[in-house]
Structures are given as C-alpha cells and as structure tokens.
C-alpha cells in the first residue's frame, strides 16, 4: 500500500487507525504513547470530545464557503485570534492553511510595507541559521539551513541567513537600505529546540525599531500555548524592560488542534498594508478549520491552562536533566528537546517496536542527529508523563 506514495518521508513502520488522549493505536489494536502530537499539532489530543463535536457540527452546516463571503465561524474565529495575539501588538488576522503559506504571507506584508514607505530595493529578509520557515520554494530561502536547499533551486532571491544569538552579526545585517524585516523563531523546532537568549531579542526589538525594520515571529510551533504562554514571544522583553511586540506573527500546527490551518497576523505598522486584490487562498479561513479552531482557543488562552502547560513541562525538564544518558535538554513549557549521545531515530524507531512486545510503544521525534523531540499534547496526564519518562530512560539506555 505504501508505494504509491511519493517516497517523500523516512517513515516508522507503523500504521494508525484511532486515537484517544495521549494514545494512539495501530491496526493491530497495539497501543502507543503519543509525545509528539503529529509535531506539535494535535494539541489538545487525539479525540477530544468538544473538538469532535465542534467540527462535527459544522460539517453538518456547510464545509466551505469562498471568501467572496465570510462565515459566522470563521468571523468569531478571527476576532478570538486576534484578541489572543493582542498582547502582542497584533489588530488583524489572513487566515491560510498551513505553516508555509502564513510564512509566505508574512514575506509579502514585509517587502509591501517597505516598498509602500522606501521605494525598491529594500526587500531583504533577514534569517537565522538553523531557522525552519517551510517547503516552498520562498520558504526554502527562508531556512537557514542548506541540508534543504540542495536540487530546488534557484530560489526566491532576498533571503539572508545569520548566526542566531550574535548581536554583533545582527547589528551587521540590518542594513536599513536593504532590509525589510527580521523573521525568527524565538526557540527553533526543527534543528533542535535551540532557543534565541533574551539579551538577542531584545536587541532584535530594539534594532528593528530603530530602523523601521519589520519583526517577524514565526511561532508556527512555539505558538497557540505550547511555550507556556499563548505566544512564546510574550516571555520576552524589548530593550526598555517592557513587554514585546511583534510586527507580525505567523501561526499553524496547532492552531485548530489538527485540522489544517494556519495564520499571519498584523501589528499597528502592516494591519492595513495588504488591500483587496493583495492576497487570497481559496481554503483560507474553512469554516470547518475555523471551527476547530475555536475550540482550541477557548480552551487553550486562559492563564490557569496556560500555567499547566509550564508546569507539566517544567516538570518534565527536571526529570530529564537528572537522567545520566541525557547530555542537555532545552525548552520551555511542553516543547522539550533532549541530547542523547545515541543516533536519535534508532531510538524513534525503538519506540514503534516496543509496542510488540511490551505494554505499549512510545512516539517521540527527533530534531537533528542526536535530539529528541517532545511536544506532548496539553492535556498530559503527570502519569502518562511519568510512564513517557520511564520508556524514554528505557529507550535511550
Ligand atoms: C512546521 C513549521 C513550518 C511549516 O509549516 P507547514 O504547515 O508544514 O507548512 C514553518 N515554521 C516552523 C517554525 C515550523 O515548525
């Protein structure tokens, strides 16, 4: 069966028919801990009653309406969006489908408002290496990492990659001649669970103000309360002590809890730069997606859940920095990385197996050669977590 797929995708000999919780379980019945939410995506678990109810709902109102119109859903979904992403700095909200696409978005909100205020030229995307933005082929230039860059070019031109962490190597970047904005990732996901220090952002906030240059978060994983917070950007100050603000954010993956969605949202600066004509994506805003969506939303933006979320991650990060096979573990909230001195997809592969003849198997990813990977869904219980622990000491011995 599995050939007629594109050869795409390094994939775990496993095959899923239902989920419930933390769980997942295969085609044979065999049950496995599930602490890696389809990347970050199934946030608030496998089969998650008022979830299934809410997008059961409206499949039985319409699926799909174009955006000639809008719907009630995806109205209120957009208004809860942007009233969640407001401490932030964010006043409106383009509905997309996925990572890419918001990121996509973001890039064309930037270069417009620069051109609108600068004339061209002045349409340079500043990047950090080790970055993950996407599969387009802008996206791709986006990433600063050439492992993706081999047989797929040439790309999209106005891309520049730097070391993160470096103020010095910033400051250098941002030529205000030519830059139009700055897009990072507060902790990168992909390449390890690498979080930029606080000293880097908010020397980033400082420098992009003074030269007008956007701040791009993309908080396609840290977002929707996987840090701790609704976006991971709200734990971080500019260089006058106060909260930050973006100048636009990008969100997907866990934004309607697993139907696909994604998001780019606007501050005071680019909220009326993009006008009719501009933009658009047929899917964008899917009544169904939009539903989901809401419900991840209530439920996921109210501080006692949020705290949850830290505490349990806070939890799990101790308990991993006192196993001796764990040689760094990083992150915040329930997006954990942890190096181990063996291969990590031997061990991703020795979580399937174990399924076959033990109590259950385990699903955690990797990020990089030697990372682990946990992004476990919200509602995590402190002995699934302790059962994830012990399979994981298990595993990596
Ligand atoms: C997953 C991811 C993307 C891409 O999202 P897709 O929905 O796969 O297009 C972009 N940026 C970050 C930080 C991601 O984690």
Redesign the pocket.
């Known amino acids: 069966m599995n050939n007629v797929f594109m050869n795409t995708y390094n994939r775990l000999p496993v095959t899923f028919s239902k989920g419930e919780g933390s769980w997942l379980f295969d085609i044979n019945g065999k049950k496995y801990l599930d602490l890696g939410s389809g990347?970050a995506v199934n946030c608030l678990g496998h089969n998650y009653p008022p979830l299934v109810k809410a997008v059961s709902q409206q499949a039985a109102k319409f699926l799909h309406v174009c955006n000639y119109y809008t719907s009630d859903v995806s109205a209120e979904f957009a208004e809860k969006l942007v009233q969640a992403a407001a401490p932030a700095g964010m006043k409106n909200v383009f509905l997309a489908n996925?990572?890419?696409?918001a990121?996509e978005g973001a890039c064309k909100l930037a270069r417009k408002y620069s051109l609108l205020k600068y004339g061209p030229g002045r349409h340079t995307i500043v990047t950090l290496r080790g970055s993950?933005?996407?599969?387009t082929i802008t996206?791709l230039a986006a990433t600063g990492q050439d492992k993706f860059h081999k047989d797929f070019g040439p790309f999209t031109e106005g891309f520049l990659h730097i070391p993160g962490n470096d103020i010095d190597a910033l400051e250098k970047a941002l030529d205000s001649k030519k830059v139009a904005g700055l897009l990072l990732?507060a902790i990168q996901?992909?390449s390890g669970i690498i979080p930029q220090r606080s000293e880097f952002i908010a020397a980033a906030a400082k420098l992009c103000a003074e030269r007008d240059i956007l701040l791009i978060f993309?908080e396609?994983?840290t977002g929707i309360g996987r840090t701790g917070t609704f976006l991971a950007l709200e734990q971080y100050k500019d260089a006058d002590g106060k909260p930050l603000k973006a100048d636009i954010v990008t969100l997907?993956?866990g934004i309607a809890g697993g139907i696909p969605a994604?998001a780019f949202l606007a501050g005071e600066k680019t909220s009326s730069v993009l006008v009719a004509g501009d933009h658009g994506s047929t899917f964008g805003g899917n009544p169904v997606a939009a539903a989901a969506g809401l419900v991840v939303l209530k439920t996921v933006n109210d501080p006692t859940f949020l705290a949850e979320i830290s505490r349990k991650g806070e939890a799990l990060i101790a308990s991993l920095k006192q196993n001796p096979k764990v040689k760094e573990v990083r992150g915040k909230g329930l997006m954990i990385g942890l190096d181990i001195e063996k291969e990590a997809w031997p061990v991703l592969k020795a979580g399937i197996t174990r399924a076959e003849n033990k109590d259950c198997g385990l699903l955690i990813l990797s990020a990089g050669v030697n990372t682990l990977r946990l992004l476990p869904q919200y509602f995590i219980s402190d002995s699934e977590i302790k059962q994830g622990l012990d399979i994981i000491s298990e595993l990596i011995d």
């Open positions: 990347i996925s990572g890419a696409e990121n993950f933005h996407g599969r996206t990732e996901g992909e993309d396609i994983q997907a993956k994604g």
